[in-house]
């Protein structure tokens, strides 16, 4: 199984609301990484976790604020957003020893 | 943020017809990864490359880790139409632990039947 599942595939939200975004895989790997994508862009790393350790901060404004409270799931809380944020939000995992990276399906966020 | 030079930038090819794209960068990587990614969806993993020179197939997809560690090129054999969408190369580098996957700008591929 190399399925990575993110939650929801859609959000809408305020500059002004909290919503967050949730990553569950079950394939053992210990490293996380979040990816923001515009559209046409190529994926941007956000933020990489390592043992459930924060281990790289690609200097993400902190109005995003990852967590990883386990081996398996990996979260990203969203706070005062602004339009420019919209964009997908993409979830993977890899071995910590790297190798092949495997991506969910994103969130596709919009800011109003 | 570190992105990586892919080419050609968009490609409109004949059904049956064979496509090739490249990556390049200034910096070596440890690993090479090529991806094809749908409107609306996330990366799918095509093929993964550990060492200089190797060359790899899934299919009618070959890819190839360059000598120099700083390019990475990828075949794509008598397309389909469904062959159609960005295809993304990505070099993987850094510490372990703390590995980083850069990407590069991607290619867009379209199918004519």
């Known amino acids: 199984d190399t399925e990575v599942t993110q939650t929801p595939k859609h959000l809408v939200m305020g500059m002004t609301n909290k919503k967050s975004l949730k990553c569950e895989q079950h394939m053992g790997h210990r490293a996380m990484y979040w990816y923001k994508q515009k559209a046409k862009k190529p994926p941007e790393l956000m933020f990489v976790y390592s043992y459930e350790k924060l281990s790289i901060n690609e200097s993400v404004p902190s109005r995003f604020s990852p967590e990883c409270p386990n081996s398996s799931l990996l979260n990203l809380h969203l706070h005062a957003l602004q339009p420019e944020d919209s964009a997908l939000y993409l979830c993977?995992?890899?071995?910590?020893?790297?190798?092949?990276?495997?991506f969910g399906e994103g969130s596709r966020l919009t800011v109003l | 943020g570190q992105q990586l030079n892919q080419s050609p930038q968009s490609m409109f090819i004949q059904e049956g017809e064979d496509v090739s794209m490249n990556c390049t960068s200034s910096s070596i990587f440890n690993t090479w990864l090529w991806y094809k990614q749908d409107p609306g969806e996330g990366p799918v993993l095509l093929i993964a490359?550990?060492?200089?020179?190797e060359l790899t197939s899934n299919g009618r997809l070959t890819a190839q880790f360059g000598i120099t560690r700083k390019d990475s090129f990828l075949n794509i054999s008598a397309s389909i139409p469904s062959d159609v969408g960005i295809y993304f190369c990505a070099g993987q580098r850094g510490l372990w632990g703390t590995y980083k996957y850069i990407f590069g700008t991607g290619t867009r591929l379209k199918v004519l039947a």
């Open positions: 490359l550990y060492k200089a020179g």
């Open positions: 993977a995992s890899s071995w910590v020893d790297g190798g092949e990276l495997f």
